[in-house]
Nanobody, 119 residues
Framework: QVQLVESGGGLVQAGGSLRLSCAASGKFFSINTMGWYRQAPGKERDVVATITNGGSANYTELVKGRFTISRDNAKKTVYLQMNNLKPDDTAVYYC?????????????WGQGTQVTVSS
């Protein structure tokens, strides 16, 4: 049973910082691309940032220069450092991972963690 467990959400004032973590557990062959998505009330879930197992990262334009995604392959963990947070960043943040359970690939989601930015 593969699980993604997130932590690090909370309430912060505009301009503040938070760091999200997501750890994968269970039996699998490899973790491929990992990412963070977010869903604000009444809106669709959108990608925030992704990172390959080689460390290549991509960001939505909305967070470039403010958020940094990273991963520790030995710890099977992906991080999202969020700086200069804005009220528009308020959302539930979900971790996502593309995982190989030989010979197939599966997509897994975390349970979500609330990030609230006050003005």
């Amino acid at each position: 049973q593969v699980q993604l467990v997130e932590s690090g959400g909370g309430l912060v004032q505009a301009g503040g910082s938070l760091r999200l973590s997501c750890a994968a557990s269970g039996k699998f062959f490899s973790i491929n691309t990992m990412g963070w998505y977010r869903q604000a009330p009444g809106k669709e879930r959108d990608v925030v940032a992704t990172i390959t197992n080689g460390g290549s990262a991509n960001y939505t334009e909305l967070v470039k220069g403010r958020f940094t995604i990273s991963r520790d392959n030995a710890k099977k963990t992906v991080y999202l450092q969020m700086n200069n947070l804005k009220p528009d960043d308020t959302a539930v943040y979900y971790c996502n991972a593309d995982i190989t359970i030989w010979p197939r690939q599966y997509v897994y989601w975390g349970q979500g963690t609330q990030v609230t930015v006050s003005s």
